[in-house]
């Protein structure tokens, strides 16, 4: 080969060397271009899911208040149910209070009219007093069933609590002052409760 085909064919492949470097040096580029916009991109979309995912402090304080609110007026209406209901039953224990004791006692009226029947009837003095005695025990017992009970009276100390004084009797002996002497009207308790004091004479 001639030295001026020689010249030629290395020219040709320095040209043909020059062209690969710039293929693979381009190459090199375009990756990392690549990838830097690829990083670029993943940072991009973890920020926006970062912000997704964040919830607004503003729109849950809302969400809190709101459901205080909700509670606050089912609280209220709650409350409201309640004291119409309350207000209701005591108005009509109020109205309908006497019932137990009527009905316990209606059947010693049952009997009362009956012994008044009976005593134009017969002339049996002593059979009308049984009869009037038995409904009388009756009577008592009845309001004991029902928390009433007598106030004793009898040689009893005065006591301001159960007893009212309608009379002072002078002149009794020592152990006989401040004690109830006679019993004008009997007291009566229910459930423990003073309904009617006792009116009393005491000794002074």
């Not at 012994?115 to 007093?129: M, P």
Request: net charge negative; proline share 1%; with cysteine.
């Amino acid at each position: 080969m001639s030295n001026k085909n020689k010249l030629k064919h290395q020219a040709k492949e320095d040209i043909l060397k020059n062209q690969e470097g710039d293929v693979d040096t381009q190459a090199t580029v375009d990756n990392e271009a690549n990838a830097e916009v690829s990083e670029k991109q993943k940072e991009t979309e973890e920020i926006e899911d970062t912000s997704e995912t964040k919830e607004d402090p503003l729109q849950k304080a809302q969400a809190e208040l709101d459901e205080l609110k909700d509670k606050y007026l089912r609280t209220v209406a709650e409350f409201e149910n309640y004291k119409k209901r309350t207000q209701k039953e005591k108005a009509e224990l109020i109205f309908n209070g006497s019932e137990k004791t009527v009905s316990a006692i209606l059947p010693i009226l049952d009997d009362m009219e009956r012994a008044a029947a009976n005593s134009a009837n017969t002339e049996d003095i002593q059979a009308l007093e049984e009869g009037w005695e038995l409904i009388f025990k009756k009577l008592q017992t009845t309001l004991e069933g029902l928390g009433v009970k007598k106030i004793e009276t009898k040689d009893k100390d005065f006591d301001v609590d159960f007893h009212e004084a309608v009379a002072m009797v002078p002149g009794v002996e020592e152990d006989k002052k401040g004690k109830v002497i006679d019993c004008v009207q009997t007291g009566y308790t229910l459930n423990e409760k003073v309904i009617r004091h006792a009116k009393v004479a005491v000794g002074q």
